[in-house]
Structure formats: C-alpha cells, structure tokens
C-alpha cells in the first residue's frame, strides 16, 4: 500500500477503517486465497515474501501452505497494518514462522535470491503504479526456479435480478478500480501475463478462482457481504442518475426492507485471478 501523505493523526481513521474492512471480508477472501495458495504446490520448507501483506491473513495461510518449517516474511509500507498483522500472528502462535517488515514494493529491502518464492494480493498490479517495474522487483529477489505470484480481484455478480444496475455500478470509477479512465490498457491487471513476460520469467500462467455466496448466509458472511458492498462501490452515488442511485440504496443498505442478502434465494459470486511464472536468471 502506498503511504498516505497525511500526519499520523489523519492517516488512523483510514487504516482502522481499512483493517475493519479487510476482518470483516475475510470470510469471503480466505477460502478462494486459499484454494489460489495450494494451487502453487509451494514447496514444504521453503522461505517466501508476502509483498503487500496488509494485517497478514494470507501470510497465516501461505506459513500454513510451507509447513512449519518454512518461513514467510511480510512487508507492507503500513506501520498501523504491521502493528496488527504482528498482533495476528502472535494470536496464532507463529511468531516464529513470520516475520513481519516495513518496505515499500518499489524497492524491496532485500539481496537477490533470497526467498524461494514471492506472493502479491491485490497489490502489485493492483496499485496505481506502472506494474512492470514492481514485478521485475519481485523477482530480482527470488532465486531461480523460484515461483512469482501475483492474485487480485477480477470480478463479481453481487446482484441477482439487476444486471443493468450492475453493469452501471461496474462502469463507475469504483467499478474499474484500481484500472482508471485513460490508463494504458496493458495496464489492467488481467493484462499480468506481458508483464510477467516482460521481465522475463518462464512457465507463465494464469488462473481464476470463484467464491461463491448462497443464502441462507451466517451472521459472518452477510457482514461480509455488507461490507463488501460499501467497498467495492464506495462513493459512487454521485456518478448514477436518480433511478439508479434510488435503486442501489433500495438494494444494497442494510437498513432497506428490499436489502437483496435478506432474499432467501439469493445467489451472488466474485472472482479472483491468479497470475504465476517461474523464475530463469
């Protein structure tokens, strides 16, 4: 994550705000991670970098995917992220097995070849920088042969029975977050395999991984989803007309007695993608 601009005081509100969101979606978010994470067959033992790692949810699941004695490190350029990752994994009891860094992606804190592996979620390609020299920079320290991964949300159906409300929402700035208006199409994060490509790894390949979401919802999926909506969408009102502004509040607040998770039928799905070569230097 980039570095907000603002004093520390500014900057809490949105990294408590932006924790809250990430422990509430995990319900949805840690069982399509996980399935992306065993897909890479990471070798048992084996020391990776989770480039990006937020509160560090997927650094549990990828410490899980090495065993107990591989070894992961975090880095994330979020001191308020950091604080609470380190507090999660204490919480767990593998202290031992991650390791977590302040850094930034542009220029990684470590020598070539050390790790056997790196991972990015919704991170590298995903944030609003040219995405080629942040994966030349994952690589660099990776050894070769080692895996370089990089996964984002790529897509959702999150309401039934409305697609051209849906497909209004998806053409906001929020719908094509972090992609925007103008940017060079090679660009998008579905374009990862030139990137990979690019900076020369082998074996490239991609992959996408569909969670599902079906009523009747448990109390920690319908939070979920709830806070999903606020975030895949936020701030969108003033880009739709009248009708549809009328129409998603009808839909999409919790408070609405049309509230479409209160549905008994209903039935949404997202997307994540999955983009992985082998490193040849």
Not at 72 to 86: C, F
Not at 128 to 155: D, I, N, T, Y
Request: hydrophobic share 40%; proline share 6%; charged share 25%.
């Amino acid at each position: 994550m980039e570095k907000s601009s603002g004093s520390a005081r500014r900057e809490t509100p949105d990294v408590d705000r932006y924790i809250r969101d990430l422990t509430l979606t995990n319900p949805l978010a840690e069982p399509i991670v996980t399935s992306a994470i065993k897909s890479l067959e990471l070798p048992l033992g084996s020391r990776g970098l989770d480039a990006g790692c937020g509160i560090g949810l997927q650094a549990l699941l990828l410490a899980q995917a090495v065993g107990s004695t591989g070894h992961v490190t975090g880095l994330d350029i979020s001191r308020g992220l950091l604080a609470r990752a380190e507090g999660i994994v204490k919480a767990a009891g593998l202290s031992e097995q991650i390791l977590f860094q302040e850094g930034d992606v542009r220029e990684l804190p470590f020598d070539e070849n050390t790790f056997d592996w790196a991972w990015s979620s919704n991170c590298v390609g995903y944030a609003p920088m040219e995405p080629v020299p942040l994966v030349k920079e994952l690589a660099r320290v990776v050894r070769p042969g080692g895996q370089v991964a990089v996964f984002a949300w790529s897509s959702e159906q999150l309401l039934p029975g409305y697609p051209l409300l849906e497909a209004r929402l998806k053409a906001t700035s929020s719908g094509i977050a972090p992609f925007s208006e103008g940017k060079n199409p090679r660009s998008h994060f579905l374009r990862a395999l030139s990137w990979l490509s690019d900076v020369g790894l082998g074996e490239c390949e991609a992959r996408t991984f569909t969670g599902d979401v079906q009523a009747p919802l448990s109390d920690a999926l319908r939070e979920a989803m709830t806070a999903l909506f606020k975030m895949r969408w936020v701030g969108v009102q003033s880009e739709l007309s009248d009708e549809d502004r009328a129409e998603y509040e009808r839909l999409c607040q919790p408070e609405s007695p049309d509230f479409i998770l209160n549905a008994p039928d209903y039935y949404g799905f997202f997307t994540c993608s999955l983009f992985c070569g082998k490193v040849t230097k």
